[in-house]
Nanobody
């Protein structure tokens, strides 16, 4: 199983970036796909997730209203608008069942991970 993540980069505050994640290697029809992030010296935290069919989306309060997760042609996108310096982190694509539980349960038991991609927001 692979989660091929891309996107990221450096922007100024208020700017936008889009991350993408293309899972492969198994059927994800009963899974959710989403993102966690980890800033230096901090715990990895939930950002957003979506069920494979796209019917259910979940966001952390810190990104709600600014980030949008979507799925198209088996690729998951995270559109990040109005970025803030606090959004600076390494972003990790993740896949597992029950995405509704990810924020509550945390990152440690997530089944699949992609390589991290750096997002840097300057003030």
């Amino acid at each position: 199983v692979q989660l091929q993540a891309s996107g990221g980069g450096s922007v100024q505050a208020g700017g936008s970036l889009t991350l993408s994640c293309a899972p492969s290697g198994r059927s994800f029809s009963s899974y959710g796909v989403g993102w966690f992030r980890q800033a230096p010296g901090k715990e990895r935290e939930f950002v957003a997730a979506i069920t494979w069919g796209g019917n259910n989306k979940y966001y952390s309060n810190s990104v709600k209203g600014r980030f949008t997760i979507s799925i198209d042609m088996n690729t998951v996108y995270l559109q990040m608008n109005n970025l803030k310096p606090d959004d600076t982190a390494v972003y990790y694509c993740a896949a597992d069942r029950l995405p509704s539980t990810w924020e509550r349960l945390g990152w440690r038991d997530i089944q699949y991970w992609g390589k991290g991609t750096q997002v840097t927001v300057s003030s």
